[in-house]
């Protein structure tokens, strides 16, 4: 037991949430905490070169000596920080200047290990910077990133290259949270055909197997273990440090103090759970599955713009395209441009709505509040009416057709869809075959559409969006079958700083500022910036 060295890295790996930015008071009861554990290491955090974040980051971020010494370190816990390869490659005197730019000797540091993450194709452009930091005195590990997409040979060939240098531990991350047991043997299996010194393991909980496969990395050889306070890190979090603890309890039979552990946890940790809300979830669960970018989901669930069919969207277009390596505008354009090539339909809408009046049923909580007088109003006037997706609270015999366009939702709504009684107006000719084949049998209205930024752009049998939102569609069905106005009844809207309030009434104004846009107002109560009356009135 005494070769394995248990490292936390929850202040490190815990930043990503909080900007590294963490009280003092949590970090001095943390470093209590970990003293009574068999934790040997801890990773107080990145250390990043100053002046390149463009924006606010904590103490964290940076961890300099400075900051380090401004807490309480307990006799017997070494410290470490992390330094980005990819950010001593990109200092312009080089990745030795970047060195001495960060760091002091190690005579003059508390920090006794400097880690060096490094994804695995900048492997050799990082290495300068292991030999400078040995000759500051410092013990280091290189932490290779994205490991399991490689072949055996490939991963053979980095150790071989880790090998020519002074690396004390040799670490290899499941960055995308992909492997399972069997990937932990066969990587620890090419990685000792040159590599002779001790190895290191970071696991990522995507796919719920990190503390699995850590143990099982503990059990082939691996030394070097890391962990995070209630897998406190990046996207699905990392093992735990209070499982790894049990399990070393259980299995290796060690007498450890849990207390500590436990209030930190109950004070600190859980607060910031809810806050924050990080850990496995299905979302994490199929990027791991496929090899997908954690940052891709987490980016997408601390967004509200986002739905469930817009993270599977994206997921769907990155099982095929590729998403190791994370990309805002890869992002954007995976969860909101599925629709490719010149949009297309048979259905023109002219035909049953010219002349009339549109209302079209939202979701929000207005309609349930208002129905009875939304439903005496259109047996009233009769309006032609569109629900969007499923909406079921006005009686079916009220609607005329229903609208859906997100591949991803009408593909999870095809079920409820078969059982609704009202024609469908989606782009029938431009889904995939997967999805017309659910439809088999249901009566499909082909209003094609397509998607560029800024454009609402209406023609006879198909449409131009700014979004494929659903609203937008509906709009465009209205408009293009020249109504005289249109109504809207359920778009509540949401909180007064939900950035999906902006971007509605963006989208309505522009809309209102498009050629042949027809008259807007809301009947029910509404947080859009939109002309609003009562239905009551109406009656």
Not at 84 to 109: C, H, M, T, W, Y
Not at 128 to 149: D, S
Not at 414 to 443: N, R, V, W, Y
Request: glycine share 8%; with cysteine.
């Amino acid at each position: 037991m005494s070769l394995i060295t248990v490292l936390d890295c929850t202040f490190r790996d815990g930043g990503y949430y909080n900007a590294w930015d963490f009280e003092h008071e949590l970090i001095n009861a943390y470093l209590k905490a970990m003293a009574a554990l068999p934790v040997d290491v801890i990773e107080i955090g990145f250390r990043y070169l100053p002046g390149t974040s463009g924006r606010f980051l904590g103490g964290c971020a940076f961890s300099t000596d400075e900051f380090i010494r401004s807490f309480d370190i307990p006799n017997g816990l070494r410290l470490a920080v992390m330094v980005n390869g990819a950010d001593l490659i990109k200092f312009p005197s080089g990745v030795e200047a970047a060195v001495d730019r960060l760091f002091q000797p190690a005579a003059q540091s508390p920090v006794e290990l400097v880690r060096i993450a490094c994804h695995v194709d900048k492997l050799e452009e990082t290495l300068p910077a292991i030999t400078r930091l040995k000759e500051f005195g410092y013990k280091t590990t290189v932490n290779l990133m994205q490991i399991a997409a490689l072949s055996k040979d490939e991963v053979k060939r980095l150790a071989q290259l880790a090998s020519g240098y002074p690396i004390d531990i040799l670490y290899f991350a499941d960055s995308l949270g992909s492997m399972v047991q069997d990937d932990v043997n066969t990587t620890v299996d090419a990685l000792r055909t040159h590599w002779k010194g001790e190895l290191g393991f970071h696991a990522h909980n995507n796919m719920e197997w990190a503390l699995a496969n850590s143990i099982r990395a503990l059990e082939v050889g691996v030394t070097w273990i890391d962990s995070t306070v209630l897998g406190m890190g990046r996207g699905p979090g990392n093992t735990h440090t209070e499982y790894l603890a049990l399990e070393l309890e259980s299995q290796w039979g060690l007498k450890i103090n849990h207390i500590p552990l436990l209030k930190l946890i109950n004070k600190y940790f859980e607060p910031m759970k809810q806050q924050f809300g990080w850990g496995p979830n299905p979302f994490y669960y199929v990027a791991g599955k496929y090899g997908i970018h954690p940052t891709y989901i987490q980016e997408m669930l601390n967004n509200s713009r986002y739905d469930e069919e817009d993270i599977m969207a994206v997921v769907n277009h990155l099982k095929s395209e590729g998403g190791q390596k994370f990309n805002l505008t890869t992002l954007e354009t995976a969860a909101r441009n599925f629709y490719v090539g010149e949009p297309r339909g048979t259905w023109s809408p002219i035909e049953v709505i010219s002349g009339r009046e549109v209302l079209i049923l939202g979701t929000g909580p207005g309609i349930a509040r208002h129905w009875q007088a939304l439903d005496a109003y259109i047996r009233k006037t009769r309006p032609f009416v569109i629900a969007l997706n499923t909406q079921s609270q006005v009686d079916h015999e009220l609607i005329d057709i229903r609208a859906a366009c997100h591949p991803v939702r009408l593909l999870a709504d095809c079920a409820e869809h078969a059982t609704l009684p009202e024609p469908l107006a989606a782009p029938a000719s431009m889904l995939p075959d997967s999805i017309l084949e659910a439809f088999k049998g249901k009566q499909l209205l082909d209003y094609g559409i397509g998607v560029q930024e800024e454009t609402f752009i209406f023609k006879p049998t198909y449409c131009v969006l700014p979004t494929p939102l659903v609203i937008n569609y509906a709009l465009a069905i209205a408009t293009s079958g020249h109504a005289s106005r249109i109504l809207l009844a359920g778009f509540d809207g949401y909180g007064a700083d939900d950035p999906r309030n902006f971007e509605m009434d963006s989208l309505l104004h522009l809309y209102a500022q498009s050629d042949g846009a027809v008259p807007l107002e809301s009947i029910t109560p509404t947080r859009y910036k939109v002309l609003t009356t009562s239905v009551y009135s109406l009656l």
